[in-house]
């Protein structure tokens, strides 16, 4: 079985310039996550999705960054403009909902110049 | 909000030897209990797991103890080899939605 996969897996950007990162949870898992992990930190939740509905995005920075996922499956997070202070990696992850286990890609490294 | 404490922050072990890494939790209502290893450049893995109506599991060499009136549980690692290196994070969850991380400890095997 596949795992959650994440593309790309290193970006390097200016800052004030715009960004996505792309993920692909495990097939058949209904709910999806967006961390945020700095260096030397746990991950922190950014968005939580169950299906297509975002159903906490409370920790989600909404002046710039958004989010997608259209028809419950793959999902985007985007940010624009970038800034310095977010630079870190971005970690997406799966599980099948109702108390499941919950399984991370192997997230997407950003660098803001 | 749940607030989680993981203690202790870097680790160094000589192989063969055991590894304890602990971590409290506030929220009494939490309820899942994951272990997860994160080598450098990867995502986290969850490892182990524990629910709340179990006190202690064991997979091989890596086990859980889960003390839900003092609201702390451990991982332990016995008979530590060199790839069993890299970070170790400790979170709490009720029933699977919000998961809230420790900071992670850094274990070290030394061969």
């Known amino acids: 079985e596949a795992g959650v996969v994440q593309s790309p897996r290193y970006k390097i950007i200016e800052k004030k310039q715009p960004v996505a990162f792309w993920c692909n949870p495990i097939?058949?898992?209904?709910?999806l996550y967006w961390y945020l992990q700095n260096l030397g930190q746990g991950p922190e939740l950014l968005i939580r999705?169950?299906?297509?509905?975002?159903?906490?995005d409370s920790q989600l920075p909404k002046d710039r960054f958004s989010a997608e996922r259209l028809k419950g499956v793959d999902s985007t997070l985007k940010i624009q403009p970038a800034e310095l202070g977010d630079s870190a990696v971005y970690l997406c992850?799966?599980?099948?909902?109702?108390?499941?286990?919950?399984?991370f890609g192997p997230g997407t490294r950003l660098t803001v110049t | 909000g749940e607030n989680v404490e993981q203690h202790p922050s870097t680790l160094s072990v000589q192989e063969g030897d055991s590894a304890v890494i602990k971590c409290t939790y506030s929220?009494?209502?939490?309820?899942?209990f994951p272990w997860y290893k994160q080598e450098l450049g990867k995502g986290p893995q969850l490892i182990i797991d524990?629910?709340?109506?179990?006190g202690e599991k064991k997979d091989q060499r890596i086990a859980v103890t889960l003390n839900k009136t003092a609201k702390h549980f451990s991982l332990h690692i016995t008979e530590t080899q060199p790839e069993d290196s890299a970070v170790y994070f400790c979170?709490?969850?009720?029933?699977?939605?919000?998961?809230?991380f420790g900071t992670g400890t850094s274990l070290t095997v030394i061969p």
């Open positions: 992850a799966s599980s099948p909902g109702g108390g499941g286990e919950q399984y």
């Open positions: 097939s058949g898992h209904n709910t």
């Open positions: 999705y169950e299906n297509e509905e975002a159903v906490d």
């Open positions: 929220d009494s209502a939490s309820n899942y």
């Open positions: 524990i629910r709340s109506n179990v």
């Open positions: 979170a709490a969850s009720l029933y699977g939605n919000q998961f809230y």
